[in-house]
């Protein structure tokens, strides 16, 4: 018997294989080499079929830009896009836009906020970042001293950000500034989002040891905005912020490295070609074996937890504080991948660059060294270990106080 879904993939599977430039098949979505003048073309074409069909965040309401699709029948867009090579760039193109500041706008905004920001969001056209880290702010985020001044119809913002993703790309911001310093560290805090077109603020991008370099410091000098550009109530942005960071881990469950991609050959086949096998054609080195086979077990576990999560929320995942579990075990199966890899390939896996050395042998050493931002940022895996902690399991707090 088929049913709604059956019919849905059907039709997505026609709308991609008739929609999507095969021109673009296997492309990296732009994150690395040159790119021809044909190729960013059909890029533009694709977005913008994207966008018309609501599909760049597709479980958003349609009138802001989204397709009110089910949680259920957008993992069938991307199952069926995958399937035929296809992708969706505009969650890249928004930056921190679709998996976290849009569902906080939706949460929190005004109307007015809604109209004017989801929209470009949706598309792809305006890419937005997130202020929130500062040098002597980090885990402990609630300690941050940037500042914006009540100045009639604007706040005017200075302060530093660092660790800012995409800042020197970005048209908007999302940050966490302090509006009371009277008052309890996380009581003063609110959550403004400014135009980074401007002369008060300017960044400065942080190389990455994998050599590319996703985030600045950003710097506030009398940078403005306009008052109806704060996200929830004033002195209350410690509330919104949480829920956004909520959301930000939940789209960390399934972490996976900027080059990732469904056509590299499985851990099981490298084993096979890098290690070899014995005369029973099993990997030719019982400690490697047993190791790959926990591992496989974690990522088998992982995907069935996230499953579960989604069955038992009927297709509607609720954000809640087990996105901290889920953003754990992620790390745990994305950084034991990337380190069996290594592993496995040996002297043939730590090679920088040269002739000696294959494209998937070379990407690969950077995404291990990609990898190691994932148990960082979006909160490190010892906070998500305290939240989990306090939150889930109810053990009383002996760390992070104010
Ligand atoms: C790739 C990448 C992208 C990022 N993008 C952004 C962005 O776009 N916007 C933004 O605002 N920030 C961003 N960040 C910053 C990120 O959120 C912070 O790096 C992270 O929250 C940790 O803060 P910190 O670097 O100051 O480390 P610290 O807070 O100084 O922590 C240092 C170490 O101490 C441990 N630690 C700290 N406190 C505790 C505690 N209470 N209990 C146990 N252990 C503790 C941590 O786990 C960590 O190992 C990004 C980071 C990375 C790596």
Same mark, same amino acid.
Request: net charge negative; hydrophobic share 35%; proline share 4%.
């Given at each position: 018997?088929?049913?709604?879904?059956?019919?849905?993939?059907?039709?997505?599977?026609?709308?991609?294989?008739?929609?999507?430039?095969?021109?673009?098949?296997?492309?990296?979505?732009?994150?690395?080499?040159?790119?021809?003048?044909?190729?960013?073309?059909?890029?533009?074409?694709?977005?913008?079929?994207?966008?018309?069909?609501?599909?760049?965040?597709?479980?958003? !309401?349609?009138?802001?830009?989204?397709?009110?699709?089910?949680?259920?029948?957008?993992?069938?867009?991307?199952?069926?896009?995958?399937?035929?090579?296809?992708?969706?760039?505009?969650?890249?193109?928004?930056?921190?836009?679709?998996?976290?500041?849009? !569902?906080?706008?939706?949460?929190?905004?005004?109307?007015?906020?809604?109209?004017?920001?989801?929209?470009?969001?949706?598309?792809?056209?305006?890419?937005?970042?997130?202020?929130?880290?500062?040098?002597?702010?980090?885990?402990?985020?609630?300690?941050?001293?940037?500042?914006?001044?009540?100045?009639?119809?604007?706040?005017?913002?200075?302060?530093?950000?660092?660790?800012?993703?995409?800042?020197?790309?970005?048209?908007?911001?999302?940050?966490?500034?302090?509006?009371?310093?009277?008052?309890?560290?996380?009581?003063?805090?609110?959550?403004?989002?400014?135009?980074?077109?401007?002369?008060?603020?300017?960044?400065?991008?942080?190389?990455?040891?994998?050599?590319?370099?996703?985030?600045?410091?950003?710097?506030?000098?009398?940078?403005?905005?306009?008052?109806?550009?704060?996200?929830?109530?004033?002195?209350?942005?410690?509330?919104?912020?949480?829920?956004?960071?909520?959301?930000?881990? $939940?789209?960390?469950?399934?972490?996976?490295?900027?080059?990732?991609?469904?056509?590299?050959?499985?851990?099981?086949?490298?084993?096979?070609?890098?290690?070899?096998?014995?005369?029973?054609?099993?990997?030719?080195?019982?400690?490697?074996?047993?190791?790959?086979?926990?591992?496989?077990?974690?990522? $088998?576990?992982?995907?069935?937890?996230?499953?579960?999560?989604?069955?038992?929320?009927?297709?509607?995942?609720?954000?809640?504080?087990?996105?901290?579990?889920?953003?754990?075990?992620?790390?745990?199966?994305?950084?034991?991948?990337?380190?069996?890899?290594?592993?496995?390939?040996?002297?043939?896996?730590?090679?920088?660059?040269?002739?000696?050395?294959?494209?998937?042998?070379?990407?690969?050493?950077?995404?291990?060294?990609?990898?190691?931002?994932?148990?960082?940022?979006?909160?490190?895996?010892?906070?998500?270990?305290?939240?989990?902690?306090?939150?889930?399991?109810?053990?009383?707090?002996?760390?992070?106080?104010?």
């Amino acid at each position: 018997m088929t049913n709604n879904l059956d019919v849905f993939r059907e039709e997505v599977e026609v709308w991609v294989a008739e929609q999507f430039p095969k021109s673009l098949v296997g492309s990296t979505m732009g994150l690395e080499g040159e790119t021809s003048e044909e190729a960013k073309a059909d890029f533009e074409l694709w977005r913008q079929r994207l966008a018309d069909k609501g599909w760049g965040a597709p479980t958003w !309401p349609k009138e802001y830009g989204g397709a009110e699709l089910s949680d259920a029948e957008a993992k069938i867009i991307s199952q069926e896009m995958g399937k035929q090579g296809a992708f969706n760039p505009i969650p890249l193109m928004a930056g921190m836009g679709v998996t976290m500041v849009g !569902p906080t706008v939706l949460e929190y905004g005004t109307e007015d906020q809604k109209a004017r920001h989801l929209p470009g969001i949706a598309s792809g056209k305006i890419r937005w970042c997130l202020g929130l880290s500062e040098p002597n702010a980090g885990s402990d985020l609630a300690s941050l001293s940037t500042r914006a001044e009540d100045d009639g119809d604007t706040y005017v913002i200075n302060g530093q950000k660092i660790w800012t993703s995409g800042a020197d790309i970005s048209q908007w911001c999302g940050a966490l500034v302090r509006t009371d310093s009277s008052v309890g560290k996380r009581d003063g805090i609110s959550f403004v989002m400014l135009p980074m077109d401007q002369k008060g603020v300017s960044t400065k991008p942080i190389q990455l040891i994998s050599g590319i370099s996703p985030f600045c410091e950003t710097f506030f000098d009398d940078a403005r905005t306009d008052k109806k550009e704060l996200l929830g109530p004033l002195n209350e942005g410690w509330s919104v912020v949480k829920r956004l960071l909520q959301h930000e881990r $939940q789209s960390q469950t399934q972490a996976r490295s900027p080059s990732a991609s469904s056509n590299k050959p499985s851990l099981q086949e490298l084993a096979k070609t890098y290690v070899g096998v014995d005369s029973a054609g099993r990997l030719d080195d019982p400690d490697l074996r047993v190791r790959l086979i926990e591992h496989l077990m974690d990522v $088998q576990s992982h995907s069935l937890t996230v499953g579960r999560i989604t069955e038992e929320a009927r297709g509607k995942v609720e954000v809640s504080a087990a996105a901290s579990i889920l953003k754990n075990s992620a790390t745990r199966v994305a950084q034991g991948n990337s380190e069996l890899t290594l592993e496995l390939m040996g002297n043939q896996g730590v090679g920088w660059e040269g002739e000696n050395f294959s494209a998937d042998e070379l990407s690969n050493v950077r995404d291990w060294l990609w990898g190691k931002a994932i148990s960082i940022y979006g909160g490190s895996y010892e906070v998500q270990n305290n939240i989990i902690s306090k939150n889930i399991l109810g053990l009383p707090e002996t760390t992070q106080k104010g």
